[in-house]
């Protein structure tokens, strides 16, 4: 589809994953399409609490960033594809797609077979399995590490060999903050990032009068 000349590029949100050990790229997931809502919600972190009974002196204290989840849907769908002649869509529909996404939340297969491996050798403790750090990408003002932690996909249509050509993605993701990951863990240092730029952008919100509200002033 043509576009109107200097009309802006419109990007993508998706997903990267990264090295947990050397936060090398591993992988890059462009939504095909961008979600139409974007649903976030934010629990206070503070020593108060909700039930009030705690020191008086605390009731104003916060013990770290809120802990943010995300929930979007996506859609995938082989269309575009099957027109103009992608072998794999003709071949295995979506499947491709939809396993990159998938296999976010699967241990690698190798890690699998070596765990098996040490414990069939004896091996008392081993170590959980690691997975990538994935960060969830918004726009470039949203960059932030992620865990998920729903995820649900419905099939729509399928071809003869009963491979999917259209589904709709759910995805739950919590952000990972300085508190889950430490300052010196490249996740840290992104959500800190982040941190910095959400009060560099609350910076440029203007304060309202107190008239606005129909005070004078603070009773």
């Known amino acids: 589809m043509t576009t109107f000349p200097g009309s802006p590029k419109l990007l993508k949100g998706g997903l990267v994953l990264l090295d947990a050990a050397t936060a090398a790229v591993r992988r890059v997931i462009a939504l095909q399409y961008n979600p139409v809502t974007l649903s976030r919600t934010l629990a206070v972190k503070s020593l108060g609490g909700d039930g009030g009974a705690g020191n008086r002196s605390e009731a104003l204290r916060l013990t770290g960033p809120p802990v943010e989840a995300l929930t979007l849907e996506a859609e995938i769908d082989a269309t575009d594809q099957l027109e103009t002649g992608d072998s794999a869509a003709r071949e295995v529909g979506i499947l491709p797609q939809l396993a990159a996404l998938e296999t976010m939340i699967y241990p690698a297969s190798a890690d699998l077979l070596a765990n098996y491996a040490q414990a069939a050798a004896g091996v008392l403790e081993i170590a959980p399995m690691q997975a990538p750090l ?86």
């Open 134 to 219: 994935t960060l969830f990408v918004w726009g470039r003002e949203r960059v932030l590490p992620v865990r998920v932690t729903s995820f649900s996909i419905t099939e729509e249509a399928f071809d003869p060999a009963l491979n999917p050509l259209r589904a709709k993605v759910s995805l739950g993701l919590r952000v990972l903050t300085v508190d889950d990951l430490g300052f010196d863990h490249k996740g840290g240092s992104l959500f800190l990032v982040h941190h910095q730029a959400k009060e560099r952008l609350a910076g440029r919100a203007a304060s309202a009068a107190l008239g606005a509200l129909g005070l004078g002033g603070i009773p």
